[in-house]
């Protein structure tokens, strides 16, 4: 006759089922991490001079990252989060309509044409062609390989401890 016994049988079990929960609170905090580090590459490289340059920084001032953890999953996400409506114009490129610009402070625009200082009631401009900027995208290549280890470390640290 041949007999087991196994002891610990319910604390492996106990520590099995707890596994999920928390592997994915690893997880979490890691891509909040990463996500942030993201945030703060396309700020300070891509939208600092890399791919464009600020003049008012609301773009750089619209970058956020948040990161959302269900049943499903985790997802995060970095991009736009303001005001700045050429923010995917400048990322995918696009083209503008022709369109009437207004006074909005005055009573007149104000502009340099020709060497000259001039004044309008209204301008009639033409539309744009904006081609393809890609701050985020190009940010989110660079770091993709270190993101996926990151991850994945963080994943084998708690697989290792179980």
């Not at 099995?16 to 996500?35: C, H, M, V, W």
């Given at each position: 006759m041949?007999?087991?016994e196994?002891n610990?049988l319910?604390?492996?079990?106990?520590?099995?089922?707890?596994?999920?929960?928390?592997?994915?609170?690893?997880l979490?905090a890691?891509?909040?991490?990463?996500?942030a580090?993201?945030?703060?590459?396309?700020?300070?490289d891509?939208?600092?001079?890399?791919v464009?340059?600020?003049?008012?920084g609301a773009?750089?001032?619209?970058i956020g990252?948040?990161v959302?953890?269900?049943?499903d999953?985790?997802v995060?996400?970095?991009?736009?989060?303001?005001?700045?409506?050429?923010?995917?114009?400048?990322?995918?490129g696009?083209?503008t309509?022709?369109?009437?610009i207004?006074?909005?402070?005055?009573r007149?625009?104000?502009?340099?044409?020709?060497?000259?200082?001039?004044?309008?009631?209204?301008?009639?401009?033409?539309?744009?062609?904006?081609?393809?900027?890609?701050?985020?995208r190009?940010?989110?290549e660079?770091?993709?390989?270190?993101?996926?280890?990151?991850?994945?470390?963080?994943?084998s640290?708690?697989?290792?401890?179980a």
């Amino acid at each position: 006759m041949f007999a087991v016994e196994l002891n610990g049988l319910n604390e492996t079990s106990a520590r099995l089922d707890g596994l999920p929960a928390i592997l994915a609170a690893a997880l979490t905090a890691k891509a909040r991490e990463l996500a942030a580090a993201l945030a703060d590459r396309v700020k300070t490289d891509k939208l600092a001079g890399g791919v464009l340059s600020a003049r008012s920084g609301a773009l750089q001032a619209s970058i956020g990252a948040s990161v959302t953890a269900d049943g499903d999953g985790i997802v995060a996400s970095v991009g736009s989060t303001g005001d700045a409506k050429y923010a995917a114009i400048q990322e995918y490129g696009g083209t503008t309509a022709a369109h009437e610009i207004l006074p909005v402070k005055a009573r007149a625009l104000a502009f340099i044409a020709g060497g000259a200082l001039r004044f309008a009631h209204k301008v009639q401009h033409p539309g744009s062609v904006i081609p393809e900027r890609p701050y985020l995208r190009s940010a989110l290549e660079e770091m993709g390989d270190e993101i996926k280890a990151e991850l994945a470390n963080a994943a084998s640290e708690i697989l290792g401890r179980a």
